[in-house]
Nanobody, 114 residues
């Protein structure tokens, strides 16, 4: 079993930055043994949407709305997947979820004030 815990969310002004981190624990030898690792978000009244993913052996992929502003990275020593978010906008406000294959975290709230 794999347990994912997100951290780093909070309240930030437009143009600010936040760094989300997803810590994985449980039966894990390497986070890169997962086929995919990524971040999704869900804003109030909207469907959950992909933000960024890393595919095993592949390049990161980003939603068009965050390209150039967000960066996803994995640290196998820490067993974390991070999301660096820069130049934040009010429309980035959402609950952000970490996922590794079929496992999901509980989410962390990000609020960007105008």
């Amino acid at each position: 079993q794999v347990h994912l815990v997100e951290s780093g969310g909070g309240l930030v002004q437009t143009g600010g930055s936040l760094r989300l981190s997803c810590a994985a624990s449980g039966s894990i030898v390497s986070i890169f043994s997962f086929n995919t690792m990524g971040w999704y978000r869900q804003a109030p009244g909207k469907q959950r949407e992909l933000v960024a993913t890393i595919f095993s052996g592949g390049l990161p992929k980003y939603a068009d709305s965050v390209k150039g502003r967000f960066t996803i990275s994995g640290d196998n020593a820490k067993k974390t997947v991070d999301l660096q978010m820069d130049s934040l906008k009010p429309e980035d406000t959402a609950v952000y979820y970490c996922t590794m294959d079929s496992f999901w975290g509980q989410g962390t709230q990000v609020t960007v004030s105008s």
